[in-house]
Structure formats: structure tokens, C-alpha cells
């Protein structure tokens, strides 16, 4: 038999109904795979809850027995560390809020508890998720389990891409069958690409924000992390849906994307943005690109070359000043008064200015400083209102590009995973790791990571379907063919 | 435009944010490094272009002005750095 670590959501779903296991098993398995020391170094958990997942577990076999199993019944999940979640310590993986436990469950998180899942504990992620790399966190860096095949590589720790570091890293190693993340510009579609995995970020509105802790308002949405298709399908329909608590949550009916799974792509437009193809392009990626193009156009669907979205190099520059100035506006909240740390000062000022100084961290002071500046007297016209009147023009870019084609077929990621220390000296250098990703932030769209093939360094490398606003129905369809063609079976060198 | 110690001050200042002395050298540089990277969106005319706030183009959907929570004040203390009866406590303010 498989082991039940190596089984998805899906597959375990289907032995959990045929009684072939408990949910007490599968999550027992889990425990004891991150029991072990190799689990424990790639430093994924922030906080383990394991007696908390067996507890649900066993309730779970209950309800099972009683035949009042839910959608997800069983399935042990990993949390990324900025869901609130009630009675259990949520840091976002910063000094700020490392004593801090809510007493409050975000929507996401409990739609997730109430389908059934079992909760393992709380992982890694960037500060705040700003990062690339998840080496911001202020609990260090998660490390991925992809090491590549050479001694002297695997010696070289690798990241897991950010800022989900701790989701993908877990469900790569098989520490856990899926784990929730979150995308402002990227991450979770760079993290499941550095590690092989699937992830889908829902069009902004999808799924409720209320309890995630917020970076970016117009930006965050929540979303999966998967080793397959059908689980980012499964697990999307479970988290999303109107929430009243969150007053940019949209309220349209979420169709059953398991539905789409397997159909037939026959026709399908596939559009191919030629200003994706960047100056000094991976050439690993560049071919993995045009191998995804002609497997989809083997299972039938029809290639639209010469797609243009001109706007796309403003991307970047647009995102950081809005992303920093959200950031800095939604941080403010942080002034050890009411929760989380308090560094005392001479007078009330000082013990802000001390508090913030010395509880986030480097970047977060940095992106707090820059979008206080770009939303300061003098300057929020030439810089903030300019980046959001070019923001508009990168959504009108993808409305146009969408008369001519159904969704767009693009990299995922400019490299493979980097090793911890690359690409942090110089901040920009990190901010390209997203070129492929942002834009979708700030058109609002939907956009799926399926993992593809290895490169020659053999480390994952995925591809990202991007769809139209509130269509991830058409994502899941195409992702499903490519992830059929591409068969990626690989696992990494480290698994539970 | 491009930001000087000075202005590194200030803006630390609005924020709230005391900078560490060892960092305070390398912020202004890394700040201007950054600005100078966005100042490609200048190669745009957009005067005439619409911001964009929010993707779904919808106005933020409004409640009932009703109170429909409250009565924890246990709960919304639990993480306080520092309370005293109901209540946050904070340095004194007032001389």
C-alpha cells in the first residue's frame, strides 16, 4: 500500500470513505514524519499542534461513522502562520506578534474545519509575507526539501520560495497533505514552483480576507498549496465563497471545480504574452515554456501567439509603491499597545518608536518607510496616485488581451530554488523573483501554478495559467490537461 | 527626487519607526535605490487615467449602522502588553 504520506487529499479522501484507514492514521502518520530530526531541520513549523490535529482527527472518524463526514473529512493541513487562528499563537513570523493568540478564527481557516481537516500546526512564511524566499521570517528560513542531485548542492541549503515558505516546503516533504497560503504578488505561485507543487490564486474577491493578517488590502487573497490539481480544486471550493466580514469579498456563487477536471480542451484558446518572454530569460524556462504550450496543443487546444500586455515591465514598479504603501497604512496597528510586543521608551512616542523598531524586522522597516514616503505630503500624487493610475492600464492590458483568448499560459518563476543568502543584498534583486506573478495582484485575477519538469540542475520548475476575473473554472481545466501531459512524478530528495 | 539622512529622519518619524543606529547609513541608500528603480513609470503620460483602487470596481458594500458584537472586553485584553481593570494601559501622557 502507499504510504499515507504519500497520498493526496483526493486519494486519501477516497481510502478514508472506503475505510481502508482512519483519519487518526493519516494524521498520526504525519506526526510521526515530522517527528524525525531531518523533518525538523528544514524548520517548517512556527508552532506544531499536533495533539490539537489528533483531537480532530478522532473527531473526525466520528462523524464519519455517523456518516456526517464533511468535504475534507480527515485531511491533516498545514497553516501558514498570518491565518488567525482561535486559542492558537499566530505570528506572522514576526517579533511583533510572537506572544500573540487571537481569539478569533479567520473565515478561511474555519471553512476548513468545519469541511473536517485536521490541523498540524502553524509554518514558516517572510515576515509579515514580505519576501521572496521566506528568509525573512524572524524564526529564520524554512528549507526546501528539493536540494538538487549533487553532494555539494544538497549541502547548500535551498529555499522554498516565498513568502508560503513553510506551506510549500511541508507539502513537498510530505509533512503535510496541503497547507493554506496566501498571494500578494506571488506568493504562492513562486513557492509551488521552486517545489514542484500546485497553487492557485483565486481572483481577488474569491475567498474572505477577515482573520488573515493583512499586508496589502487590495492585493492579498488566500489560497491553496497542493500536490495536485484536483486537491487545489477540492481545497479552493472549500475555502471560498461570500463573506459579509470582509467587505471586498464578492458575492457570486462558487461552481464545483472538481467539475472541470478532466475535461476536454479541445479549442480552448491558449494565449501566449510576448512580454513575458523578458531580456536575459532563463533559457530552462523558456524551453520548459514552449514544452507546456505543446502539450496543451497535443490535448487539443489551440495556441494564440503574439498576445500583448505591454504594460507588463511597469508591473514591479507599480507593486512597490502600492504594495509598501498598503503595508505601511495596515502596520500602523502595531504600536504594543493592544497586542503583541511592547519595547518600553522615555515617553508614549518613544515606546512606538521603539516597539516597531525593534519588532520588525529589516525588510518590514523598509517597505514601512518607503510607503510612508510614497504616501507622504508632496509626494503621493507624483508616486502613489501615479502607480495606481498605471495599475489600470496593466488590468485594461489583460481585458484585451482576453478578447482574443480563454487563458494565458506563462512561467511561473524566472529561476529555480536559490540558496539561502542569494539575492539579499540587493532588495530589487528579490523583487524580480515575482515578475511573472504581479501583475495578476494587480489586475485582480486568478492564477495557478502546475509544476512541469526539472530542470538540468534537477530542481522543480512550473508553469502558471492565469485566467479571467472569477474564472478559475477554465484554469482548472487547463491545468488539469497540463498537469495530465507534463506527469510530473518527481519527488525530492528528502521525503517523510 | 531622492531622500537625504534628513529626510530618512522624517520619514521614520511619520512612521513611528525608530531606525537602528547601524542601519541608519545603508536605509537612505537602499530608499533611493528603490525610487530610482520606480522612476520608469515616468516614461508614462497618464494624467488623463483613471486610479485604480479597486479590481472589482465595486463600491465597498455598506452594513446596517447596528452593534452586532461586543461585551469581551476579557478577550480583547488577553494580548495586551499591559492592562489595568478593563482597560490598555499605556506610559503617562499628560504631565
Known amino acids: 500500500m502507499t504510504k499515507l504520506t504519500d497520498l493526496s487529499a483526493t486519494e486519501a479522501l477516497a481510502g478514508l470513505a472506503a475505510k481502508q484507514f482512519s483519519a487518526v492514521e493519516v494524521t498520526q502518520a504525519h506526526i510521526d514524519a515530522n517527528s524525525a530530526e531531518t523533518a525538523k531541520a528544514l524548520n517548517i513549523f512556527i508552532t506544531p499542534t499536533f495533539d490539537l490535529a489528533l483531537k480532530q482527527a478522532k473527531e473526525s472518524d466520528a462523524r464519519r461513522a455517523a456518516d456526517k463526514a464533511g468535504a475534507m473529512d480527515g485531511i491533516p493541513m498545514a497553516m501558514k502562520d498570518l491565518y488567525c487562528t482561535k486559542g492558537v499563537r499566530t505570528t506572522a513570523a514576526s517579533h511583533i506578534l510572537d506572544n500573540f493568540v487571537p481569539p478569533y478564527e479567520s473565515t478561511v481557516s474555519q471553512k476548513l474545519l468545519d469541511a473536517g ?124 465563497g461570500f463573506d459579509p466580514k470582509d467587505s471586498t469579498s464578492i458575492d457570486t456563487p462558487v461552481p464545483d471545480y472538481m467539475s472541470a477536471l478532466g475535461t476536454s480542451v479541445k479549442g480552448l484558446k491558449i494565449g501566449i504574452p510576448k512580454e513575458y518572454r523578458i531580456e536575459g530569460i532563463n533559457p530552462e524556462v523558456d524551453a520548459l515554456w514552449n514544452k507546456g504550450k505543446d502539450m496543451l496543443r497535443d490535448a487539443g487546444a489551440e495556441i494564440v501567439e503574439d498576445i500583448s500586455l505591454p504594460h507588463t515591465k511597469y508591473s514591479l514598479p507599480v507593486y512597490y509603491i502600492i504594495a509598501p504603501a498598503e503595508a505601511s497604512s495596515n502596520l500602523a496597528r502595531y504600536d504594543g499597545v493592544r497586542f503583541g510586543l511592547r519595547v ?121 495559467i492565469i485566467g479571467k476575473s472569477f474564472d478559475e473554472m477554465t484554469i482548472f481545466k487547463a491545468a488539469s490537461a497540463l498537469e495530465k501531459a507534463a506527469n510530473f512524478t518527481h519527488k525530492p530528495p528528502f521525503t517523510a | 527626487m531622492s531622500i537625504d539622512a534628513k529626510t530618512a529622519d522624517k520619514i521614520a518619524h511619520l512612521a513611528r519607526l525608530k531606525v537602528p543606529a547601524e542601519e541608519k547609513q545603508s536605509v537612505a541608500g537602499e530608499l533611493n535605490k528603490i525610487l530610482g528603480w520606480v522612476e520608469q513609470l515616468n516614461a508614462l503620460n497618464v494624467s488623463n487615467v483613471e486610479p485604480l483602487a479597486n479590481v472589482n470596481d465595486k463600491a465597498l458594500r455598506k452594513r446596517p449602522d447596528i452593534i452586532n458584537d461586543g461585551g469581551h472586553p476579557k478577550d480583547i485584553l488577553a494580548n495586551a502588553p499591559s492592562s489595568t481593570a478593563d482597560f490598555f494601559t499605556v506610559p503617562k501622557v499628560v504631565e
Open chain 1, 117 to 240: 481537516c485536521a490541523m498540524l500546526g502553524k509554518v514558516n512564511l517572510d515576515e509579515f509575507a514580505m519576501g521572496s524566499g521566506g528568509v525573512t521570517s524572524y524564526f529564520g528560513p524554512a528549507i526546501n526539501p528539493w536540494s538538487g542531485p549533487e553532494p555539494a548542492k544538497a549541502a547548500r541549503k535551498l529555499i522554498p520560495g516565498g513568502s508560503s515558505s513553510g506551506s510549500s516546503a511541508s507539502v513537498a516533504a510530505r509533512l503535510a497533505m496541503i497547507a493554506t497560503a496566501t498571494d500578494t504578488g506571488g506568493s504562492i505561485r513562486q513557492p509551488a514552483s521552486v517545489t514542484g507543487l500546485c497553487g492557485i490564486k483565486p481572483t481577488y474577491g474569491r475567498c474572505s480576507r477577515w482573520g488573515i493578517i493583512a499586508f496589502a488590502s487590495s492585493l492579498d487573497q488566500a489560497g491553496t498549496m497542493t500536490r495536485t490539481v484536483a486537491d487545489s480544486a477540492l481545497m479552493l471550493k472549500t475555502m471560498a
Open chain 1, 344 to 464: 518600553p521608551g522615555e515617553n508614549l512616542a518613544d515606546m512606538y518608536a521603539n516597539t516597531r523598531g525593534e519588532g520588525f524586522g529589516k525588510e518590514v522597516r523598509r517597505r514601512i518607510l518607503m510607503g510612508t514616503y510614497v504616501l507622504s505630503a508632496g509626494y503621493y500624487d507624483a508616486y502613489y496616485l501615479k502607480a495606481q493610475r498605471v495599475r489600470r492600464l496593466i488590468r485594461n492590458d489583460f481585458d484585451e488581451a482576453f478578447k482574443r483568448c480563454d487563458v494565458l499560459l506563462t512561467p511561473a518563476s524566472p529561476s529555480t530554488a536559490f540558496a539561502i543568502g542569494e539575492k539579499q543584498d540587493d532588495p530589487i534583486q528579490m523583487y524580480l523573483e515575482d515578475v511573472f506573478t504581479v501583475p495578476l495582484n494587480l489586475a485582480g485575477l486568478p492564477g495557478m501554478t502546475v509544476p512541469v519538469g526539472l530542470a538540468q540542475n534537477g530542481l522543480p520548475m512550473g508553469l502558471q
